[in-house]
């Protein structure tokens, strides 16, 4: 399965309503006392997907809302998309605290790091997504009253194309080091797609630059008409309060490489940290175990990868 190339989404439509549903989950999380995202609920408003609404509001509830018996659904998903939020924070810190001084969000959806974050003097913050989720995300925060604590420069692009050349016209150095974060992205790249990615990554990268990205298991081996179906098994109550993901155009076949390998022969030097790792080690609760964890949040892989001279 791969994506048309010609097809375009904003928050509400497409791939990107999955940028609004992880943003949700951070308000849940929010609200929760997990992480802090004083933004993510009100952006989700302003998309107005009255499903990811009412539930980031806290008007609906997952113990409602997941198919029982179900490996996957939303009652996982604040924990582990807070989880995940602190670890690329976290990187933000280490980066900046290494004398980094520009950064790249590959895909960047309804991420508020530019607001939310401190950031030292000096810094640059580069955001690459669709036109259309670029205009919302910057129109509903200036609406908002937030003003960015970096030196913010959108750039809207698509990531199957030549973002390379747009990143750099927008002002990208490739002679210094760049903090990269690609953070809920693979999933919706094809595999050759998330390869192409990493090459140019690497290609715009000079020593000592780091990666964070979030990996997703490979999948080959399974059926993925089986799979979709239960994804769509696990979501079903969601279609009865008229919301519906397009599975079709989001989950991909073919052998995915696994990225810290392909990283490695590419000169960087990888940490990896799963996912049950990541929640214990913030003292979070575990995700349930599944008789196979490619079907759940726990078959994520986190890495931060750090480049090395070049020959």
């Known amino acids: 399965m791969t994506q048309p190339n010609d097809d375009v989404w904003s928050p509400a439509t497409g791939v990107g309503t999955t940028a609004t549903l992880a943003a949700a989950a951070r308000a849940v999380a929010t609200r929760d006392g997990i992480i802090n995202d004083e933004f993510a609920e009100p952006l989700v408003r302003a998309v107005g997907v009255t499903f990811l609404t009412r539930w980031a509001s806290g008007e609906l509830v997952a113990s409602d ?16 998309i ?8 976290e990187f933000c810190a280490d980066a900046t605290a290494a004398g980094i001084r520009q950064a790249v969000i590959l895909a960047s959806g309804l991420d508020t790091r530019a607001y939310r974050l401190h950031w030292p003097k000096g810094t640059t913050v580069f955001e690459l997504d669709q036109p259309a989720v670029i205009e919302f995300k910057s129109a509903t925060l200036a609406a908002l009253g937030a003003e960015p604590k970096v030196d913010v420069r959108a750039v809207a ?9 747009a990143v750099a016209k927008a002002g ?10 690609a953070e809920g992205l693979f999933g919706y790249l094809a595999p050759e797609a998330q390869d192409r990615l ?9 020593p000592g630059s780091r990666l ?23 979501t079903a109550k969601w279609r009865e309060y008229g919301f519906e993901l397009d599975f079709d155009v989001i989950a991909f076949e073919g052998e995915r490489h696994d990225v810290g390998s392909y990283l490695e022969a590419c000169g960087w030097t990888s940490v990896a940290t799963p996912m049950a790792e990541l929640l214990a080690g913030h003292g979070l609760e575990a995700i349930a175990r599944a008789d196979d964890d490619r079907r759940t949040m726990n078959g994520v892989t986190y890495y931060t990868s750090t480049l090395g001279n070049r020959l």
């Open 65 to 80: 809302l997941d198919t029982e018996g179900s490996p996957w659904g939303l009652a996982q998903m604040p924990t582990s």
């Open 82 to 89: 807070a989880a995940r939020t602190r670890y690329f924070d």
């Open 157 to 165: 692009t698509d990531l199957r194309e030549d973002w390379s050349t």
């Open 172 to 181: 990208l150095d490739t002679t210094k080091a760049t903090a990269w974060i």
């Open 198 to 206: 990493l090459d140019a990554v690497t290609a715009l990268s000079a």
């Open 212 to 234: 964070a990205s979030e990996a997703v298991p490979n999948t080959a081996d399974m059926d993925p008409g089986a799979a979709r179906d239960r994804m769509r098994e696990a």
